[in-house]
Structures are given as structure tokens and as C-alpha cells.
């Protein structure tokens, strides 16, 4: 009768499988032979199932084997194995010292890698089992060629680990438990083929039976938390192994609910009752049960359309300040808005607060609406009138704003004096500017001394190039600032000073001209530019002194030494200059702060506009921040001048070493390589790592920092046997 793979056993008649024929009842992978022969060398596995309500067994007739010589062969299992399963099976070696190798892989094996669980006669004459990486035993176990051992195999697909038994006589003998399956590959979730390969030598195996028992369930994905809205269902699924048939049953606080026994689970419309419930699943086969995670089940009330509960309010202010509109709403979250300006969306106004840009009289008028939105509607609110009042000028005073406009001082000024003035700012973010020059000024480069109300909403002055604030001052609209300059036109340098409330604030000394202006010799207009919102200039009063001025000032205020290593330096160093009009002279210079040190200036006296260096060292002892502060006193009337100091400590990190080695691709029959290191030339040498390499490279990161090593290496082969060492390498380690 005909037999088909993996299915009926004949016993009587010859066997056809990719044209291959037998003979007596026997099987032949390339050549007849005959019932009395050495097994076939056909790899053939034919499983006779015998139902069971739990497991089941497959026996290979015994008449049926298949050989291995010199390459590989694979027979599907009759199904994929995803769990527990024993198989076991009889080899005989054609030899005392055969390198045959017998397992199971997840596809058809065509190298060792392929091998999650395997059982060996190796070339020492002793049987082991590869443990992951390795093939170990339990005890020594020897094998005598010509005679046939039965091996057992308790597998677990899940958990990637196996035991290995074989009989020796009438004694089952453990070659390994909890046997890691090989490592090389990755982790597989299944098995389906039985694989052989023997070189040297020659195997057959015969007799392989499998036998299956019934996986408890487990849970491979949670239920997971749901939200919906209140009259919506809610949906919960849950994904599981393990042998069927499989019986579900969920629940709702625990409690089982009727009807609910499939992996999915619906639920009736929801009521706002309903938040807070916890839903799990119990699933259950004959081998146990499983019970999974909760998963919360919360309800949201319905969208409500929102509705204004508060208008926005016409607004009336001054040409060049900015007005605000509001709107107060209820209604679910989340909520959008789109302001309008007579009925037209105002780009990027979308909050319930929209501040509009700094006014002109030609806003007077306006129409602002807003729309307010969610999924369940809009509403659009009532138009707010802005109210745009034209700006006033006092009687002597100066109006900035969009044209420059200049008044003549008292006279014309060529050495030291002090001017003060007031100004008014309109709006609270602007772009004014004020200051003094030898004519009335058309542009800014006209400017030799000048301070500015800003666009980050601080005040701040010129120093040569640029704007420089010794802190930030910060002003508000519609405040008068009261504004003193002391400047000498001789050294084309000034001090500038503000009146915050009650205190006089420095915006800054010692500042130089604008660049522009730095061979100036005479200042005798007060100007004034905004460009952005407006500005009230009043007050101006010049007055001249011949009286001694005793001014020392520093270059900055401020040092920042950055990250220094512990146990290095970085040095900083500061100008201080007599910005006065009589000597200054520097009576004592204090630095206080773990780390930092200071030299030069001490007891140093200046005549007007000279300098003297201070040098600052920062050199930490820890890693961290440190702050510390350098103090310089003196006979000026703006003594003491500090210079606040900070810096961050931090370990030096050390670079690893590595070297790396490589060499020509080995001859035909070399299975790998072996390193070896010595401190000395010549030897004696180490191996380094414990498995060859199996290709031609190795790295080696146990190196240390000024070393030299020396390697050699060598190549082995199948059966384990090594070559001569290979010529001296030597790595200089930097």
C-alpha cells in the first residue's frame, strides 16, 4: 500500500519519496539497500497519532530510521510545538569518536546555530547537551560506536529550556536539566522539525516518539483601560495561550456576568454609574485557569455646547498703549476661541484674553468679537468697541513718537556735566529712545549718550556698539521715570542712572559713546525717538560742576568661569578704570569663595581715565557650583564695586581603550580562532575570552592606558584541534 509522509507506516511494501526507492521493507537515500543494511540514510518521520482528552503520543515504526553523514537532515514535526512536549529517540554511532549531532529546530536546519535543543556524541567519545552557548554533562557520560543509546527530551518552548536524559542499560542517566535552549539565534516561540548532522563519522537514528500534554492558559495582552462618554458601549478584549478548547468568563466587580464568555467583551450602554467599574477575565482549559488583569472603565459626562457667561467690555485708551478684551464661558472642554477685529479673525488670537497691538488713532472704532467653540457647538459674542484717545503734550515737554524730535539745551556742554529729565512711557512694551547730541538728531548714529525704553520691557543704555543694563530694570506704561546722566565729553564716557520709586538704580558707568560718536567734542540737544508706542519727555535740567569727581568703575559686574576640572584652574581677568575727573586710589581688594583667588590692584592709585588689570583664578576642589564674590574698595564715591564670581567644578572623565585585532579569512575546515595576549614579547601568552571567535576580528577592552601588549593567534578546527600561534602583534596603548 502507498505511504504518505508524516502520516501511514507501511509494512509490507517499498516506500516512494522524491524518487527515492527502498527494498525489503527498508528506506535509502541514494542507493537500494537492504533490510539487513546500516540505516538509510533518508530523514523521514512518520507519526501514528492516538487520541487522548489531555495529550497524545506519536511512535515512529521501528523499521523506519534515517542516517546522517556530512550533512544535514530535517523532517517536519506533525505540528508546530509551542509548549511542554518530550521526545524521545534512539542513535547509534558509527564510531568511538563521531561529531553527531541530534535535536529539534524551529525550520529546516542548515547549520548548528539552528539547534535550540540538541544531544551530541562528540569527538572525545563522551555524550553531552548544549546548554546555550555550550555543550556540557551532568557527569562523564562515554559512548561505544555500533551501540545504540535512547536519549530522552523534556522540552518547554515557553520558558527556552530543556532536560536531556539518555539510557545507559537499564539506568536512566541525566545529561542536564534546565538546559538553556542555544543562544545564537533568536529566542524561537515554536518548534516543528527534528534536525541531524554527524561529521565525522555516520549516525542513524530510529524510533523518535513524541508525546504532548496540555498547556494551561496564560495571558498574552491585558485588558486595557477604557474611557467613553456616558451612553456609549465600551469595548474589552484579552489575548491568551494555551491548549483548547479555552472557556472565558468576565467580570464586572468581581462578579461574573451572564452571556460574557468569549475573548471579547462589549458592554451594554453606558450610564455615568458606571465610572469606576473594574472589568476582568477568567480563563480556564483543563491543565488551569488564568485570571487577568482590571481594566478601570471610565464614563465622561456629554459634551455640553459652551455659552457666555461674562461679554467682553469696551475699552478706551491712549494712542500708543494697547487695550485687552476678555470673555468668561462654561461648557465642556476643550474649548477654542477666534477673536475678529470688525469681523475679520485676528491671526494667532485664539485664548479668552486678546491684547491688541499698540494703538493708533486710526483703531478709534473698532469692533471686536469673539467666537467660542467645542464639539458640540459655538457661540459668538456681543461686539466690544475700542476707544482710542489722541495723545496730549504737557507745556514743555517733548512728544516721541515716529519722528524725532530735539530740544537745545541751556548751552553747549564740552567737559563734565549732569543732565536729568523725565519720561513717561505709554505702553508697557516699546521701542523709545532718548539721548544727547552735538546737533539735533536725524538718526540714530547721531546719539553720543543714550537710554532706552526696550522691547523686553526693561530699560537699558548705550555702551559703544550696543545696549547694556547693569541689572534688569523693568518699567510699566503710563509711570514717569526720573533719568540722570553724568557725562564728560573729554573721554567720551558716562554714567546713567534711573529712579525706581525712591531709589536711584544704575543702568550703568563708565559707558562709552556710541561708536558712531567717539571724537565728539560738544553735546548741546536732548533728542528723542519711539517707534514703537510714544513717549513724554519733561523736565530736562542741565547742570555744570568743576567740583572733583571720584569714580571708579569695573568693566563687568559679573564673572562666569564656565565647568573647570576638579583639581585645574582658569583664569578671568577684569579692568578697573578711573572714569572720574580726580585720582582714585584702590585701598583693598577682598575675594571670598571656596576655590576662587584674585591678584593685582591693591593699593594701585589711577589718575583720571587710567586702568589697572584684576586677575580672578577659579581652581575647584569638588565638583559642583560655586559662587564667591570679589570686593574692591577705594576712595571713589561708588566704592565699594563688586563683581560677583560663579563657576561649576566637575571629575575629569577617563576614555575607555580598546583594541582591535584582525587578520586574513581562515583556509577551508577552520571553525574559529583563538586570542592570546602577553605583557611581554614572546610570551607567555593568555587565551583572552572563553568561546573562539568565528570570525577573523577579535576587540579587546581590558586594555589599560600606557601599556603595551602583544597577541597571537591561532585557528581550530572541527574536531577542536589548534594550530601554531600566528606572528606577533604588538598595541601600544595611548
Not at 478684551?325 to 477654542?336: H, R
Request: aromatic share 8%.
Amino acid at each position: 500500500m502507498p505511504v504518505l509522509k508524516n502520516n501511514l507506516v507501511t509494512k509490507k511494501i517499498s516506500v516512494a519519496e522524491n524518487n527515492l526507492a527502498t527494498q525489503n521493507n527498508c528506506l535509502t537515500k541514494k542507493n537500494l539497500v537492504t533490510k539487513k543494511s546500516r540505516i538509510a540514510a533518508l530523514f523521514t518521520l512518520f507519526l501514528l497519532s492516538i487520541a487522548a482528552p489531555a495529550s497524545f503520543s506519536s511512535t515512529v515504526n521501528s523499521q523506519v530510521c534515517f542516517s546522517s553523514r556530512g550533512t544535514w537532515a530535517n523532517s517536519a514535526l506533525p505540528q508546530a510545538q509551542f509548549g511542554s512536549f518530550r521526545v524521545t529517540f534512539d542513535v547509534t554511532g558509527s564510531d568511538a569518536n563521531v561529531d553527531a549531532v541530534h535535536g529539534l529546530s524551529a525550520g529546516p536546519a542548515s547549520g548548528y546555530p539552528n539547534m535550540y535543543v540538541a544531544v551530541r556524541l562528540n569527538t572525545s567519545g563522551h555524550i553531552d547537551a548544549r546548554n546555550g552557548s555550550s555543550y556540557v554533562a551532568a557527569s562523564v557520560i562515554p559512548y561505544a560506536a555500533r551501540t545504540t543509546y535512547h536519549f530522552i527530551l523534556d522540552v518547554n518552548v515557553a520558558t527556552h529550556t530543556y532536560n536531556a536524559y539518555v539510557m545507559i542499560g537499564s539506568v536512566q542517566t541525566i545529561i542536564g536539566t534546565n538546559l538553556a535552549f542555544r543562544n545564537e539565534l533568536a529566542p524561537t516561540s515554536s518548534l516543528s522539525y527534528v534536525a541531524a548532522m554527524t561529521y565525522p563519522g555516520s549516525s542513524t537514528m530510529c524510533n523518535i516518539t513524541l508525546s504532548i500534554s496540555s498547556t494551561a492558559p496564560s495571558i498574552i495582552t491585558q485588558p486595557v483601560s477604557q474611557s467613553v462618554t456616558a451612553g456609549q458601549m465600551a469595548n474589552f478584549s484579552v489575548a491568551t495561550n494555551g491548549s483548547a478548547p479555552l472557556t472565558y468568563q468576565w467580570m464586572k466587580n468581581g462578579v461574573a456576568i451572564s452571556g460574557a464568555n468569549s475573548s471579547n467583551y462589549s458592554t451594554p450602554v453606558t450610564t455615568i454609574t458606571d465610572n469606576g467599574a473594574q472589568f476582568s477575565v477568567s480563563v480556564s482549559n483543563s491543565s488551569g485557569t488564568a485570571t487577568s488583569n482590571s481594566a478601570l472603565l471610565t464614563i465622561t459626562a456629554p459634551v455640553t455646547a459652551p455659552a457666555i457667561t461674562l461679554q467682553p467690555l469696551a475699552q478706551s485708551v491712549t494712542a500708543g498703549q494697547a487695550a485687552t478684551f476678555s470673555v468668561a464661558t462654561t461648557g465642556t472642554a476643550p474649548m477654542t476661541y477666534q477673536w475678529s477685529r470688525n469681523g475679520s479673525p485676528i491671526i494667532g488670537a485664539t485664548s479668552s484674553l486678546y491684547t491688541t497691538a499698540l494703538t493708533a488713532a486710526s483703531d478709534n472704532g473698532s469692533q471686536f468679537t469673539v467666537l467660542v467653540s467645542n464639539s458640540a457647538g459655538n457661540v459668538v459674542s456681543i461686539p466690544a468697541t475700542l476707544n482710542v484717545k489722541p495723545v496730549t503734550t504737557p507745556p514743555g515737554c517733548l512728544l516721541s513718537a515716529g519722528t524725532w524730535v530735539s530740544t537745545p539745551l541751556t548751552q553747549v556742554q564740552t567737559s563734565s556735566f549732569r543732565i536729568q529729565f523725565d519720561i513717561t512711557p505709554v505702553a508697557a512694551i516699546e521701542d523709545g529712545v532718548t539721548g544727547l547730541s552735538a546737533a539735533p538728531a536725524a538718526v540714530y548714529n547721531d546719539l553720543a549718550a543714550a537710554v532706552r525704553f526696550n522691547l523686553t520691557g526693561n530699560i537699558d543704555a548705550r555702551n559703544g556698539g550696543s545696549f547694556v543694563a547693569a541689572t534688569a530694570i523693568p518699567y510699566t506704561a503710563g509711570t514717569a521715570y526720573h533719568f540722570i546722566l553724568d557725562v564728560n565729553v573729554g573721554t567720551h564716557t558716562y554714567n546713567a542712572y534711573v529712579m525706581v520709586g525712591s531709589s536711584q538704580v544704575t543702568i550703568g558707568t563708565n559707558l562709552a559713546f556710541r561708536t558712531q560718536q567717539a571724537t565728539v567734542s560738544s553735546l548741546g540737544y536732548l533728542n528723542g525717538l519711539t517707534v514703537t508706542g510714544s513717549d513724554t519727555i519733561c523736565n530736562a535740567v542741565t547742570t555744570t560742576s568743576s567740583a572733583a569727581t571720584l569714580l571708579l568703575n569695573s568693566s563687568v559686574s559679573s564673572l562666569n568661569f564656565g565647568s573647570v576640572n576638579v583639581g585645574a584652574n582658569s583664569t578671568q581677568n577684569v579692568t578697573m578704570t578711573n572714569a572720574g575727573n580726580s585720582s582714585v586710589t584702590i585701598a583693598q581688594v577682598i575675594v571670598a569663595g571656596a576655590g576662587f583667588n584674585t591678584t593685582g590692584a591693591n593699593g594701585i592709585t589711577l589718575a583720571p581715565g587710567q586702568t589697572t588689570a584684576l586677575t580672578s583664578t577659579f581652581a575647584p576642589f569638588a565638583s559642583g557650583a560655586a559662587t564667591g564674590k570679589i570686593t574692591v574698595s577705594s576712595n571713589a564715591t561708588n566704592s565699594p564695586a563688586n563683581i560677583s564670581l560663579s563657576g561649576m567644578g566637575v571629575t575629569a572623565t577617563v576614555t575607555p581603550h580598546t583594541v582591535a585585532l584582525s587578520w586574513a579569512p581562515a583556509a577551508t575546515g577552520v571553525t574559529g580562532f583563538k586570542t592570546y595576549v602577553s605583557m611581554v614579547s614572546g610570551g607567555p601568552y593568555v587565551q583572552v575570552g572563553s568561546v573562539p571567535s568565528t570570525t577573523p576580528a577579535y576587540t579587546d577592552s581590558s586594555v589599560v592606558s600606557g601599556q603595551t601588549y602583544y597577541y597571537v593567534v591561532t585557528a581550530v578546527n572541527p574536531a577542536n584541534q589548534e594550530s601554531l600561534y600566528s606572528s606577533e602583534v604588538a598595541a601600544i596603548v595611548p
